[in-house]
Every structure is written in C-alpha cells, then in structure tokens.
C-alpha cells in the first residue's frame, strides 16, 4: 500500500503558525539527542477493530481501536521499514517507509478501507498555544469526500452567519495550523461553498488554553457523510462519529401516482407525481420512523435501521395500489482505482417476470437484476462516448439506452428503470 503525505492548503481567514508538509520541522522538537525518534499509531479506518504497528520488526502498538492512538515508541530514523497489521491473524494492510527526523514525534494515521488502507504522516512537535489560544489543525483523510469547508462557531449560533475556518480543504490536504482562542465550540463540517450540506455535526469540542490539537475528518460507508477524530498533540484522541445518514425516496409508479414520504418527521418528498427521484437529506440513524402515502393512503412500514453515516434509497414501488417498499445500500464511495467509473442498475419495474441486463459498449456489467433490486456497483473506464443499453429478456428490443454516453472520470453513476413492464422506464443519475 502507498503512503499519502500531505501537502499544504494556505488560507487567510485565521493565523497560520506553520503552514507545510506534514512531515517537514515545524515548531521545536524533543527527544534524547540520539538518533532515535518517538511514534505511535492512529487507527482512523472503520475497517478494522483494532491495528498493530511494528518498525523494523519492533513492535510499536498493539490492539489500536478505531479512534485511538497508541502510546509512543523510541525507534532508529536510520531503518524505518514499518507495517500495519491487522489485531489477531496479524495480516499486513499497509507497508512504508517513512523519512523521520530524529528527536521528533510522530502520529503514523492508518485510514481508508480494507484493501485500501493509506498512511499519513503527523510530525507532532508545534510549539504551545499561547495563553487564552490554542492551535487547530484540519485534516482531510476523506478522499471519498471531496473538498469540504469546515466552521467553528459559539455553542447555540446559528451557521448562516459563520465564516469557514479553513475553506475548500481537498482529500488528503490541510488548513496549516490556525491560532483561535481557547473555549468549547460546535463543529461543522460543510461541503465546499455549500452551508447547507452538512457532512459532520459535532456539537460540542474543547480546545484549552495552550492547546495544539489536529481535527481529522475520515470517510464513511456511503462516501459523503463523514467521521470525526481530534488528537491532541502528544496526548489522547477523541472520536466523534456521525450520528446521521442521508436518505431519499424514489417513486417508481408509472401511473402518475402521488406519494409524500417523511423520514423522522423531516420531508424527504411531497405529493409528487410517479415516476420522481428525490433528494438526499440528512436524517437521524438507527431505528426511523418513516411514514410513506401513496394517493393519499398510508403504507404499513417496519421502521427501517439505517446505518449510521450510509446512504440510502427508499424505493416505493410495484402497483401504486398495493406499494412496496425496499430499502436500498448506496454506495457513493469513488472507485478505489484513481480515474475509474461506477454504475449499477436499479430495477423499479413492477409486474416483471424476469430480470434485467445493462451493457456499456455491448459488454454485460450487471446481469439478471430483479425486481426491486440494484446491482453491486461496477467498475468501468471514463470514455468521452460509450452505448449503454437495458435489456430484458422478454424482449429482443432495448427498453433504454444512450448512443452517445460520456463517462466521466471518477464517476458515480445509477441507472433507474422505473414504471411497468409494459411501459419501462430509464433514466441515469449522476451520483458523484
């Protein structure tokens, strides 16, 4: 696996007091003269329950759980082969070899997800806060995220008025760190430009006097909403998962039939008419309470458990007078290979006896899609022209297809085949 070393994101909103590459001196450092460094390990990936570090062969720490960091170890800057292996068997997820200067403190972050599990660098030796100040750093180890902007505001204020600490911050770069004074604050984090797209809502984090402390956003399983974990400098983590999850509802009737959906009382659609795609909002995770009328008749609902930080499709299909509901997984993530495409196939369709197929330039990447089921997402490369096409086997004649369909790179794509089975619908979605 690759080490991902960040690079600096400048900004003038607050004083930076050391803007660089992470692994570049800032502030003074501490250790014994000799030619050994201090490091430990920050487990910042939801994969694993607990990750191990060894340099060298030295064990490092032992059994790190999510949003914890190990306590540090003295190791030789002049040999530093190191491995992150996973609690018990003690598989290798990631393998490095990091530059480390000696005398210093480092933080080695391991985040991402199974099979793509990446590294980075936190050199820990800033000097203090002054008095009444302390020190934050934003980092962005949510690549699946975009850029995000993040805020710090009085407890109990509105975010309308608030100015972004560090703005348009990108996966795998950072704010520098910015003086602000000592106190309690709620945190948002925002996707660029966007106030209103919320990612990460922690209400409450403390920052004391003479605080250095680093603000670490990770992705989530659905690939928008994301995670929280404050380190402070030489000292302890702190995590603040995200309590929420974005949902939306997908009327897949043919018929012109008007539903309305809340989910925890919050709107996700109002009497519109079938077929229609709603938006995402964010709502509470767990058990929801949802409530789904189709024509003005209430549906008989489970209460639905969403997984917290996931994405989800409600789809409301089948006849509008006997509906159904299923609830659907997105997954929103971008491709674990740099440039690829995503696309899977949603099948809405009601009275369909049989499954459907979707092509890209005649080859099959989803086959026998049922009724009210997606496929797994698959991978594809960006082309500026490819033929998709929806087949059923019922019929020798493509239910939908695009001539001409520019893949864009990086690409989140769903195709929704909504309405009848004898009067099919598509239509593709850009997700990301």
Known sequence: MRSNFLSPKKWGLLT?????LLLSACGGSSGSGDNNANIRLLNATRSYAGLALSVNDKSVNADVAYGSVGAYTSVDTGTTSSQIQ?????????SLSPSLNKGSNYTMIAYGWAGAVHTSMLQEDQTAADSGKAKLLVMNLAPDSGSLDFYLSVIGDSLDNEAAIASNIAGGLTSGFNTINSGSYRLRVTTA??????????PSISLASTDVASLIVTSN?????????????KAQASSFLNGNVRA???????????????????????????????????????????????????????????KAGGDYTLLVWGDSAAPQLTVLSDDNRLAATAGAVKMRLVNAVSNLNSGLTLSVDYSAIATNVLPGSSSTPALLSSSTSSLLSV??????????????????????????????????????RRER
């Open 16 to 20: 930076l007091t050391c803007a660089g």
């Open 221 to 233: 399983e659905g690939g928008i909403l994301v995670n929280g974990i404050l380190l402070q400098q």
């Open 86 to 94: 996973t609690t018990g068997i003690g598989t290798t997820v990631a």
């Open 391 to 428: 087949n059923s086997s019922a019929s020798s004649t493509a239910a939908y297809s695009i001539s001409t369909l520019p893949l864009v790179s990086n690409g989140v794509y769903s195709v929704f085949m909504l309405g009848r089975a004898d009067n099919m619908m598509g239509t593709l």
């Open 193 to 202: 430009g966007k106030k209103e797209e919320v990612r990460l809502d922690i």
């Open 248 to 306: 939306r509802v997908i009327s897949a009737f043919g018929d012109g039939a008007r539903v309305t959906a809340q989910l925890n009382g919050a709107s996700l659609i109002s009497n519109a008419a079938s077929p229609a795609i709603g938006e995402y909002q964010n709502s509470a995770a767990g058990s929801s309470s949802l409530s789904v009328n189709v024509n003005g008749n209430p549906m008989s609902l489970a209460p639905p458990n969403l």
